[in-house]
Every structure is written in structure tokens, then in C-alpha cells.
């Protein structure tokens, strides 16, 4: 018999991917860095219990290319500081990527804030422009010229904060309580940039980062980098709690709700 392919895979299979996908060599990508101090009581709203704002109310823009072999992608976020069990890290609120299958891992698994967009990152020269947009709106722009290279920073492991959950079937909050993930990176950097130049941001009814206004510009940066990473789940948090902030992972809340019409199934 042919094999079927929505059947069941045999153990040895499975064993394959998983060792497959442990193996992987490092993947450099090209990415441009804009680090901004904003608002702090506009940090501290975005922030869902329990994360804490940090002393000083960053917001980072991060916009790259990676050199996946045949499979370019453009990889985005925007993440502000913030703080739990005394872990200083940064909970990105949108993370735009080109390809569907880079949405899958991270938004399944880790819980991350990922949606379909588009992603830009030119240079011409030393002439540098990124761009973040989704629904034609560019959201987050950032424009410079490289100023001078800068000395390579030594390996860093870097936390990003993630809520993980499933929306109740009867719309009701969650199917069971949410959980809190840590995301642990090695970064290793092979070449690093300074950029004079600024960040602008339009408003979008889909992604209002310009709710972060620039108040002082900390520093832009270009750079090539791999890392990898690990996630683990640090605790369940109140479903209550974190309720009012589930719209950030959509476009429309309501659309969690959505379903095949009546009869089309």
C-alpha cells in the first residue's frame, strides 16, 4: 500500500526530525538594531503581570535578514524592557516574519507574538534603511548611515519573556491557565556597525508601536549575528491577569472566535 501520508508516523521518524533539528549549523543573519528610551508610564502599561518595568523604559527595534539556504527570511520585532524573578529581559509585542514557517515554531511552542509581514533591510554603500509593515503600513522605519565599526562584543545570553495560551473554545478566556516562558539566546557577533540616523514611527491601527514615542535615542546598530535558543516555562500566571492584554497577539480579538460558517464544514 502507498504510503499515507496523514497517517502515523512510526518512531523512527519522529527520532529523525527531532535529531535533525538539534543539529543545526550556525545561521548568520544581517540585522539592524535601534534601541530608544520612551514613555516609562507607556512601558509600564504594555506590560502584563508579572513582568515589571526596568529602571530606565527601553523599547528596541530589531529588523534582520537571515541567510536561510534557499529560504531567505526577514525577521522582525519590537520589545520593551522588562523585568521577572529578578531577570532583566525584553517582551517583544509584535515579532513580523516573511514566511508562515517561521511563524509556527515560535508562536506554538515558545508563544511568541509572531505575525506574517514584511521586512526590509537595505544598504547601499553606507547608506542603511529597515523597515517593519504589515497591511501596507510601515510601521517602524529606520534610517542612517553607518558612522564607524564598533569593537565586537564578547558571547551574551539575552531573555525574552513570552505568554503562552489557547483562547477558550466557548470564548469564555483560556482553555486552562496561561504560562510565562523565558527564552534564553546565545548571541555570538562577527561584525558590528555604529549608525547615525533616526527611527520613525506610524501610527497603525494594527500594530501601534507609536504609542512608544522616541524620547532619546540610545543607539542604532548593523551587524551580523547567529544565535540559538531555549525556552522553558518559569510559571502559570492568572488568566484573569493577563485577559485584558490578549489583544497584543491579534489584529482583531474577536477573531479568535471566528469559525467556518454553519454548514460549510
Known sequence: ??????????????????????????????????????????????????????GRPLVRA????????????????????????????????????????ALIGGREVFGEPKKLGEVEVE??????????????????????????????????????????????V?????????VLVHCVRNEKVRKLEAVTGDVVLRESMYDPVADLPVRALVEITIGEKTTDQQGRVVERVSAQALLPYIHQRYDDPAQILDGPPEGSV
Open 1 to 54: 500500500m502507498a504510503r499515507i501520508r496523514y497517517g502515523a508516523r512510526d518512531e523512527a521518524e519522529i527520532a529523525a526530525s527531532r535529531t535533525a533539528s538539534s543539529r543545526l549549523p550556525d545561521i548568520w543573519s544581517t540585522g539592524v538594531v535601534a534601541v530608544w528610551e520612551s514613555d516609562p508610564d507607556v512601558v509600564a502599561a504594555v506590560l502584563p503581570p508579572p513582568l515589571k518595568p526596568t
Open 123 to 168: 544598504r547601499d554603500g553606507l547608506v542603511v534603511r529597515a523597515r517593519l509593515a504589515r497591511h501596507g503600513i510601515a510601521f517602524v522605519e529606520v534610517r542612517g548611515a553607518v558612522s564607524g565599526a564598533l569593537p565586537l562584543p564578547a558571547p551574551t545570553r539575552k531573555t525574552d519573556f513570552y505568554f503562552k495560551f489557547l483562547p477558550a
Open 62 to 101: 530589531s529588523i534582520s535578514k537571515v541567510d536561510l539556504p534557499g529560504y531567505p527570511l526577514g525577521a522582525g520585532s519590537v520589545a520593551v524592557a522588562a523585568e521577572h524573578a529578578g531577570v532583566v529581559g525584553w517582551y517583544p509585542l509584535v515579532m513580523p516574519m516573511t514566511h508562515e514557517r
Open 170 to 178: 466557548d470564548g469564555s478566556g483560556f482553555d486552562a491557565d496561561p
